[in-house]
């Protein structure tokens, strides 16, 4: 277990605080013991804050397949739902920034060089250098996309979105943007669906014409499923 100094007070100034930073292990206890040590750190710097949220998204998917609410509760009982669901948002928000999953936020998270990144967020923002994520590889340039955001969180400005160049896309580009946007759809879903005041929120019209089309989608879905099994596609 290592530990490093590192905290965001105001744009450009670093003041330390302590961050831990234990090897992690495949298993949802190990996860949930670093989520714990970055909540009682969340109020000393943004990092440890956001690095709680990535993993509680990280530790639901681990259990997405079971009782994953109820084993957030069993394994941080000081902490409320409405708490625990708040990182949980900006862990969201942050992954969303850099278009990853949680888990592999997460795994770049604890392998970030806290000194380097204090020593880039002092900098004057005309002299930080960006990490490259062209003409890198694949997992370079992704824990090089989660360390420019957390230098940009860091310094207490907000990454600019990066402009597409415009050209066509292929069949296979637009089936897999089809897949990711419907991926966070589901996730947006389930978050929705988890929350009790994001239905106390709505008035009866506003159920009701939700409820019609997510009717409409369901059977939309279900005839599609329908016509691939009739048609033996997988």
Same mark, same amino acid.
């Given at each position: 277990?290592?530990?490093?100094?590192?905290?965001?007070?105001?744009?450009?100034?670093?003041?330390?605080?302590?961050?831990?930073?234990?090897?992690?292990?495949?298993?949802?206890?190990?996860?949930?013991?670093?989520?714990?040590?970055?909540?009682?750190?969340?109020?000393?710097?943004?990092?440890?804050?956001?690095?709680?949220?990535?993993?509680?998204?990280?530790?639901?998917?681990?259990?997405?397949?079971?009782?994953?609410?109820?084993?957030?509760?069993?394994?941080?009982?000081?902490?409320?739902?409405?708490?625990?669901?708040?990182?949980?948002?900006?862990?969201? *928000? &942050?992954?969303?920034?850099?278009? !990853?999953?949680? $888990?592999? /936020?997460? @795994?770049?998270?604890?392998?970030?060089?806290?000194? =380097?990144?204090?020593?880039?967020?002092?900098?004057?923002?005309?002299?930080?250098?960006?990490?490259?994520?062209?003409?890198?590889?694949?997992?370079?340039?992704?824990?090089?996309?989660?360390?420019?955001?957390?230098?940009?969180?860091?310094?207490?400005?907000?990454?600019?979105?990066?402009?597409?160049?415009?050209?066509?896309?292929?069949?296979?580009?637009?089936?897999?943007?089809?897949?990711?946007?419907?991926?966070?759809?589901?996730?947006?879903?389930?978050?929705?669906?988890?929350?009790?005041?994001?239905?106390?929120?709505?008035?009866?019209?506003?159920?009701? *014409? &939700?409820?019609?089309?997510?009717? !409409?989608?369901? $059977?939309? /879905?279900? @005839?599609?499923?329908?016509?691939?099994?009739?048609? =033996?596609?997988?």
């Amino acid at each position: 277990m290592s530990k490093n100094q590192a905290k965001s007070k105001g744009k450009g100034e670093v003041v330390p605080v302590e961050v831990v930073t234990p090897v992690v292990m495949p298993d949802d206890k190990a996860i949930a013991a670093q989520i714990a040590e970055d909540i009682r750190n969340a109020e000393l710097g943004a990092f440890c804050r956001v690095r709680a949220g990535v993993g509680l998204c990280n530790f639901r998917d681990m259990n997405a397949h079971g009782m994953w609410e109820a084993r957030m509760i069993e394994m941080f009982p000081g902490k409320s739902r409405s708490t625990l669901f708040r990182y949980m948002q900006q862990g969201r *928000k &942050f992954c969303e920034q850099v278009s !990853l999953a949680a $888990g592999r /936020v997460y @795994d770049k998270m604890m392998r970030v060089d806290v000194k =380097a990144l204090q020593a880039q967020a002092a900098l004057p923002a005309d002299q930080r250098k960006a990490l490259p994520v062209r003409g890198v590889a694949k997992a370079e340039a992704e824990g090089n996309r989660v360390m420019n955001a957390l230098v940009l969180m860091a310094a207490g400005e907000r990454p600019e979105a990066e402009k597409p160049k415009a050209k066509p896309l292929t069949a296979s580009e637009k089936a897999a943007a089809w897949r990711d946007y419907t991926a966070k759809l589901a996730d947006n879903l389930r978050d929705w669906s988890d929350n009790p005041l994001t239905w106390k929120a709505l008035e009866t019209d506003d159920l009701e *014409k &939700f409820r019609a089309e997510l009717v !409409l989608v369901t $059977g939309l /879905v279900k @005839d599609e499923l329908r016509s691939r099994e009739e048609n =033996a596609v997988r």
